[in-house]
Protein backbone atom coordinates (compact mmCIF):
# COMPACT_ATOMS: atom_id res chain seq x y z
CA UNK A 1 0.00 0.00 0.00
CA UNK A 2 1.69 3.28 -1.15
CA UNK A 3 1.84 5.75 2.28
CA UNK A 4 -1.58 7.60 2.39
CA UNK A 5 -1.41 11.22 3.39
CA UNK A 6 -3.90 13.19 5.48
CA UNK A 7 -6.20 14.65 2.95
CA UNK A 8 -6.27 11.63 1.00
CA UNK A 9 -7.59 9.77 4.28
CA UNK A 10 -9.74 12.91 4.63
CA UNK A 11 -10.79 12.59 1.13
CA UNK A 12 -11.63 8.51 1.65
CA UNK A 13 -13.43 8.97 4.92
CA UNK A 14 -15.56 11.87 3.29
CA UNK A 15 -16.63 9.71 0.54
CA UNK A 16 -16.80 6.54 2.19
CA UNK A 17 -19.09 7.84 4.90
CA UNK A 18 -21.72 10.19 2.30
CA UNK A 19 -22.23 6.38 0.81
CA UNK A 20 -23.15 4.83 3.77
CA UNK A 21 -25.09 7.25 4.61
CA UNK A 22 -27.00 7.70 1.88
CA UNK A 23 -27.08 3.78 1.91
CA UNK A 24 -28.72 3.67 4.67
CA UNK A 25 -30.90 6.70 3.94
CA UNK A 26 -32.31 4.45 0.94
CA UNK A 27 -32.62 1.17 3.27
CA UNK A 28 -34.91 3.22 5.33
CA UNK A 29 -36.80 4.25 2.80
CA UNK A 30 -37.26 0.77 0.86
CA UNK A 31 -38.40 -0.67 4.41
CA UNK A 32 -40.96 2.06 4.54
CA UNK A 33 -42.52 1.24 1.22
CA UNK A 34 -41.71 -2.87 1.40
CA UNK A 35 -43.75 -2.76 4.82
CA UNK A 36 -46.43 0.42 4.05
CA UNK A 37 -46.61 1.03 0.35
CA UNK A 38 -46.03 -2.34 -1.33
CA UNK A 39 -49.01 -3.97 1.25
CA UNK A 40 -51.54 -1.38 -0.23
CA UNK A 41 -51.23 -1.84 -3.46
CA UNK A 42 -50.83 -5.52 -3.60
CA UNK A 43 -53.95 -5.63 -1.66
CA UNK A 44 -56.76 -5.79 -4.06
CA UNK A 45 -55.69 -5.52 -7.60
CA UNK A 46 -56.78 -3.77 -9.74
CA UNK A 47 -58.24 -1.40 -7.66
CA UNK A 48 -54.79 -0.57 -5.69
CA UNK A 49 -52.83 -0.66 -8.58
CA UNK A 50 -53.77 2.83 -9.28
CA UNK A 51 -51.34 3.90 -6.28
CA UNK A 52 -48.45 3.05 -8.62
CA UNK A 53 -49.83 5.13 -11.11
CA UNK A 54 -47.75 8.38 -12.27
CA UNK A 55 -50.00 11.89 -11.38
CA UNK A 56 -52.35 9.29 -9.90
CA UNK A 57 -50.78 7.62 -6.87
CA UNK A 58 -48.01 7.68 -4.97
CA UNK A 59 -45.18 7.20 -7.71
CA UNK A 60 -41.88 6.31 -6.62
CA UNK A 61 -40.02 6.45 -9.69
CA UNK A 62 -38.46 10.34 -9.18
CA UNK A 63 -37.26 9.61 -5.67
CA UNK A 64 -35.69 5.89 -6.48
CA UNK A 65 -34.03 7.64 -9.61
CA UNK A 66 -32.90 10.70 -8.16
CA UNK A 67 -31.80 8.58 -4.68
CA UNK A 68 -30.17 5.89 -6.63
CA UNK A 69 -28.57 8.47 -8.92
CA UNK A 70 -26.88 10.21 -5.87
CA UNK A 71 -25.70 6.70 -3.67
CA UNK A 72 -24.17 5.41 -7.20
CA UNK A 73 -22.10 8.71 -7.89
CA UNK A 74 -21.18 8.55 -4.48
CA UNK A 75 -20.01 4.92 -4.10
CA UNK A 76 -18.22 4.93 -7.35
CA UNK A 77 -16.11 8.06 -5.48
CA UNK A 78 -16.06 6.15 -2.27
CA UNK A 79 -13.93 3.68 -4.68
CA UNK A 80 -11.86 6.38 -6.11
CA UNK A 81 -10.69 8.13 -2.97
CA UNK A 82 -10.64 4.60 -1.29
CA UNK A 83 -8.38 3.26 -4.29
CA UNK A 84 -4.57 2.98 -2.77
CA UNK A 85 -6.86 1.43 0.72
CA UNK A 86 -5.86 -2.01 -0.16
CA UNK A 87 -8.20 -3.66 1.92
CA UNK A 88 -11.14 -0.82 1.83
CA UNK A 89 -10.91 -0.73 -1.64
CA UNK A 90 -11.42 -4.41 -1.91
CA UNK A 91 -14.23 -5.14 -0.07
CA UNK A 92 -15.97 -1.98 -1.68
CA UNK A 93 -15.61 -3.35 -4.84
CA UNK A 94 -17.15 -6.99 -3.46
CA UNK A 95 -19.93 -4.63 -2.15
CA UNK A 96 -20.63 -2.79 -5.35
CA UNK A 97 -20.69 -5.85 -7.17
CA UNK A 98 -23.36 -6.89 -5.17
CA UNK A 99 -25.01 -3.60 -5.45
CA UNK A 100 -24.85 -3.77 -9.06
CA UNK A 101 -25.95 -7.68 -9.29
CA UNK A 102 -29.40 -6.56 -7.69
CA UNK A 103 -29.38 -2.99 -9.56
CA UNK A 104 -29.50 -4.60 -12.36
CA UNK A 105 -32.33 -7.39 -11.11
CA UNK A 106 -33.91 -4.61 -10.28
CA UNK A 107 -34.10 -2.99 -13.89
CA UNK A 108 -35.14 -6.75 -15.32
CA UNK A 109 -37.50 -8.25 -12.96
CA UNK A 110 -38.83 -5.80 -10.54
CA UNK A 111 -39.61 -2.69 -12.63
CA UNK A 112 -40.98 -3.84 -15.52
CA UNK A 113 -43.93 -6.01 -13.27
CA UNK A 114 -44.37 -2.22 -11.82
CA UNK A 115 -44.77 -0.86 -14.84
CA UNK A 116 -47.47 -3.72 -16.02
CA UNK A 117 -49.51 -3.53 -12.82
CA UNK A 118 -49.53 -0.24 -13.48
CA UNK A 119 -51.04 -0.36 -16.92
CA UNK A 120 -53.62 -2.94 -15.20
CA UNK A 121 -55.07 -0.23 -13.16
CA UNK A 122 -57.93 0.42 -15.51
CA UNK A 123 -58.77 -3.28 -15.96
CA UNK A 124 -61.97 -4.71 -14.79
CA UNK A 125 -60.41 -7.78 -13.52
CA UNK A 126 -56.59 -9.41 -13.51
CA UNK A 127 -55.86 -12.94 -14.02
CA UNK A 128 -54.63 -15.88 -11.87
CA UNK A 129 -51.22 -15.02 -13.37
CA UNK A 130 -51.18 -11.96 -12.28
CA UNK A 131 -51.91 -12.45 -8.78
CA UNK A 132 -48.86 -15.09 -8.70
CA UNK A 133 -46.61 -12.52 -10.08
CA UNK A 134 -48.00 -10.09 -7.36
CA UNK A 135 -47.11 -12.59 -5.26
CA UNK A 136 -43.45 -13.56 -6.50
CA UNK A 137 -43.04 -9.79 -6.69
CA UNK A 138 -43.41 -9.17 -2.93
CA UNK A 139 -41.69 -11.96 -1.83
CA UNK A 140 -38.66 -11.42 -4.14
CA UNK A 141 -38.91 -7.74 -2.88
CA UNK A 142 -37.94 -9.06 0.66
CA UNK A 143 -35.00 -11.06 -0.34
CA UNK A 144 -33.52 -7.63 -2.04
CA UNK A 145 -34.48 -5.11 0.96
CA UNK A 146 -32.27 -7.79 2.58
CA UNK A 147 -29.33 -7.85 0.72
CA UNK A 148 -29.55 -4.24 0.32
CA UNK A 149 -29.58 -4.04 4.10
CA UNK A 150 -26.68 -6.78 4.09
CA UNK A 151 -24.88 -4.28 1.61
CA UNK A 152 -25.12 -1.31 4.00
CA UNK A 153 -23.88 -3.52 6.96
CA UNK A 154 -20.90 -4.33 5.30
CA UNK A 155 -20.13 -0.13 5.09
CA UNK A 156 -19.79 -0.37 8.72
CA UNK A 157 -16.51 -2.73 9.19
CA UNK A 158 -15.39 -0.34 6.28
CA UNK A 159 -15.92 2.91 7.55
CA UNK A 160 -13.92 1.41 11.02
CA UNK A 161 -11.21 0.32 9.35
CA UNK A 162 -10.94 3.49 7.40
CA UNK A 163 -10.72 5.45 10.23
CA UNK A 164 -8.00 3.19 11.95
CA UNK A 165 -5.81 4.67 9.59
CA UNK A 166 -5.45 7.65 11.20
CA UNK A 167 -4.43 6.66 14.36
Not at 100 to 123: C, D, E, G, M
Given at each position: M??????????????????????????????????V?????????????????????A???????????????????????C???????????????I????????????A?????????????S??????????L?????????A???A?????????????????
Amino acid sequence: MESLTVTSITRAEIWLCITTLLYFLMNGAQIFETLVFVPKWASSPPDTFKFLQDGKGASLKFFWIILHSLHEIAFILAIIFCWKIDPVRNWLLALFIIHAAVRIWTLTFFAPNIIQFQNLAASPSISEEIISRISLWKTLNYVRVAIYIAVSIGFIPLCIKLFSFRQ
